[in-house]
Each structure stands twice: as structure tokens, then as C-alpha cells.
Antibody, heavy 121, light 108 residues
Framework: QVQLVESGGGVVQPGGSLRLSCVIS????????IHWVRQAAGKGLEWVAY????????FYGDSVKGRFSVSTDNSKTTLYLQMSSLRSDDTAVYHC??????????????WGQGTLVIVSS | EVVLTQSPATLSVSPGEGATLTCRAS??????LAWYQRRPGQSPRLLIY???KRATGIPARFSASGSGTDFTLTITNLEAEDFAVYYC??????????FGQGTRLEIK
């Protein structure tokens, strides 16, 4: 059964850093790409980043480019989102989601429940 | 950036009736569009991809159509579990993807 479980959220001061984790099961990071998507309270969904199946291509949304980075652990069961230079507008619930690998990449068919990041002094 | 505008923001419908939700793109996205359902307390669920293809396990009462800039999601014979927030999403501008702001489908 496909599962994604995020953790690592919390309260951080503006300018600070935080690392989110996404533990996957039921599939392999070598098989499909993974997205990070966030949702601020009362707002819509915002795509944050994508790592492809072999890690050779990682893309970021304009609002986080240069501040966030995606990596994996050696066992390829955990995906990380390293966030730095955090701002108040980064406050959101962060989800990792599996790419559906359908006709084209870019559709998301399994999502984690999310982890809340609050950037506040 | 491709902006997706969903309408209406909120739609009130009685169980058993049908609902039509709309998504308009700021530029041509061909058929690179998906729809998601988000029930309260749950993560989004992929309903439709490629503008009109139902994802695995999605009931036939969900259908979608459109191409270019105008898309619709139609739900017939609404059940209690269908009342949720629905998002459209485009992947035409891959690797960047964008979502609409959502339509809340509520019980009338």
C-alpha cells in the first residue's frame, strides 16, 4: 500500500531553517518522482518542488528557489525538504505527493497528510 | 505563470442532484489538466487527469471535459461523500505546475 508520511514541521523564526521529512512505503523513490506542495491557511495549493525518479532533475517553484532544497537518504525511503531563509509567507501545511507517472509527469496520485510549518517571531 | 481560475467559489447543491464546476486557464493548456477532491481532514485525491480521464477507482458519476482554456468537472447524483473542495491543476507548464483556488461544494 502506497503511503507518504511527513514530519518535521514546527515553529521557526523568520530567517531560520527547518528540514521536513517524507517517509515513503509501498513504492520506491527510484520508480517515480515526488512533489512537495504546500497550502497556507485559507489559500489554495501551491507547488513547491519536484524530484524525479533518479534524482537527476530537481525543480523548484519561483517562490522558494534558492532557499529550499530536496534530497534523499541513502536508503531511498525518505525525501527531505531543507528550508532556509524562511519568511512568514512560507507558513503553510507542507505535503509530499507521489507523481502518478501517467501519460505525462505532473499529476499527483498519492499524498501525505502534511506537516505544519509556522514562521513567526 | 499559468493561472487557473475556478468558479464558482462555493456551490450549494442538494444530495442526489448534479453539479458542474468550472476551471479557466489564463493560456492554452491543451488537455494537460487534472481535478482533485479534498474532503475535510483528508489529503487531495486525484479524480481526473488529461482533462477527461478518470483516475483509478473513481466512480463514473465523475466526468470532465474541456481543452485549451475552459474545463468542466461534472458530478451527477451527488452523494454525501462528494461534498468537498475541488481543485483543478495544470501540468502544461511542466516542470512547474499550478492549481486553481478551489471550489467548495456544499450541501444545500
Amino acid at each position: 500500500q502506497v503511503q507518504l508520511v511527513e514530519s518535521g514541521g514546527g515553529v521557526v523564526q523568520p530567517g531560520g531553517s527547518l528540514r521536513l521529512s517524507c517517509v515513503i512505503s509501498g513504492f520506491s523513490l527510484d520508480d517515480v518522482g515526488i512533489h512537495w506542495v504546500r497550502q497556507a491557511a485559507g489559500k489554495g495549493l501551491e507547488w513547491v518542488a519536484y524530484r524525479d525518479d533518479d534524482g537527476t532533475s530537481i525543480f523548484y517553484g519561483d517562490s522558494v528557489k534558492g532557499r529550499f532544497s530536496v534530497s534523499t537518504d541513502n536508503s531511498k525511503t525518505t525525501l527531505y525538504l531543507q528550508m532556509s531563509s524562511l519568511r512568514s509567507d512560507d507558513t503553510a501545511v507542507y505535503h509530499c505527493a507521489k507523481d502518478a507517472a501517467l501519460d505525462w509527469n505532473g499529476y499527483l496520485d498519492s499524498w501525505g497528510q502534511g506537516t505544519l510549518v509556522i514562521v513567526s517571531s | 505563470e499559468v493561472v487557473l481560475t475556478q468558479s464558482p467559489a462555493t456551490l450549494s447543491v442538494s444530495p442526489g442532484e448534479g453539479a458542474t464546476l468550472t476551471c479557466r486557464a489564463s493560456q492554452n493548456v491543451y488537455d494537460y489538466l487534472a481535478w482533485y477532491q479534498r474532503r475535510p481532514g483528508q489529503s487531495p485525491r486525484l479524480l481526473i487527469y488529461g482533462a477527461s480521464k478518470r483516475a483509478t477507482g473513481i466512480p463514473a458519476r465523475f466526468s470532465a471535459s474541456g481543452s485549451g482554456t475552459d474545463f468542466t468537472l461534472t458530478i451527477t447524483n451527488l452523494e454525501a461523500e462528494d461534498f468537498a473542495v475541488y481543485y483543478c491543476q495544470q501540468r502544461y507548464s511542466w516542470p512547474t505546475i499550478t492549481f486553481g483556488q478551489g471550489t467548495r461544494l456544499e450541501i444545500k
